[in-house]
């Protein structure tokens, strides 16, 4: 069993940045693919950003640019740094990650707003 705990969420004003952590703690395991997903209310979920284990990544057109998704494996963290934010990215960002042998596990989400 894997727990994710993700952090750094909160209120920013448009152009700002924030920084979200995704720790994952367990037993015996390691994560292969790492990804942000986000939710805005009344959106379905969508897929904000991603990461191998070889360290290729991928992102939403829409934050081309401006996130950049990252990992520590020796921590088991994965961030998702977020710059020159707009009202638009308001949502419940979550965190997903894909173990080589457990699975794949959800974070709780974290709410980011985004607003003057």
């Known amino acids: 069993q894997v727990q994710l705990v993700e952090s750094g969420g909160g209120l920013v004003q448009p152009g700002g940045s924030l920084r979200l952590s995704c720790a994952a703690s367990?037993?015996?395991?390691?994560?292969?693919?790492a990804r942000w997903y986000r939710q805005a209310p009344g959106k379905e979920r969508e897929l904000v950003a991603a990461?191998?284990?070889?360290?290729?990544?991928n992102y939403a057109d829409s934050v081309k640019g401006r996130f950049t998704i990252s990992r520590d494996n020796a921590k088991n963290t994965v961030y998702l740094h977020m710059n020159s934010l707009k009202p638009e990215d308001t949502a419940v960002y979550y965190c997903n990650v894909l173990t080589y042998y457990h699975g794949g596990y959800w974070g709780q989400g974290t709410q980011v707003t985004v607003s003057s």
């Open positions: 990461i191998t284990s070889s360290y290729n990544t």
């Open positions: 367990g037993s015996e395991f390691s994560i292969n693919v």
